[in-house]
């Protein structure tokens, strides 16, 4: 008589795969950084391509018409957006574009930015403090819950024992 002196269980059979698995659900959240960083690097070259213009186009511009005066009459009305040249306008227009992108991609973030500081200054200010409250409470209050703990094991061992006995034999 040979007896194996192990005594644990033969390994398990592993578990099978399901014969159609169901389809991976979508993430939504890789997508939304995706389309975030789409939106930061369209900005990015938007932003540059003004700079550059700006930077290229400045040697161009031709600031005439000035305030020219002869004798202590003013010849012209000043320097115009009408008086200059096409290219000086050109620049102008770039000019407002670079303005309206940056202010169209930093005004929301400064906004999320300031959001997220309320946020943070409610949570810091209300919460953290409610739960150094609570906190106090349950440490102050610790003896009468565990005596409250000792009376309902009491209450409940002896409820145990008020069954039948074949209503407490295990399975």
Do not use: Q
Request: aromatic share 6%; hydrophobic share 60%; with cysteine.
């Amino acid at each position: 008589m040979t007896d194996s002196f192990d005594t644990s269980p033969p390994p398990a059979d592993p578990p099978l795969a399901p014969a159609n698995p169901p389809p991976p659900a979508p993430r939504p959240a890789r997508r939304a950084r995706r389309l975030a960083l789409w939106w930061l690097a369209f900005g990015a070259v938007v932003v540059a391509a003004c700079a550059i213009c700006l930077v290229a186009g400045w040697g161009h511009v031709d600031p005439r018409p000035l305030h020219i005066v002869i004798n202590g009459e003013e010849v012209t009305d000043g320097m115009t957006v009408w008086g200059l040249g096409d290219g000086a306008k050109a620049l102008l227009a770039l000019g407002g574009l670079f303005v309206a992108a940056v202010l169209v991609l930093i005004v929301p973030l400064v906004l999320l930015l300031a959001l997220a500081l309320l946020t943070f200054a409610l949570v810091a200010g209300i919460a953290l403090p409610l739960a150094c409250v609570a906190l106090l409470v349950v440490v102050a209050t610790s003896p009468l819950w565990l005596i409250a703990l000792l009376v309902w094991l009491l209450a409940r061992r002896r409820a145990a024992h008020d069954y039948a006995r074949s209503a407490r034999m295990p399975a």
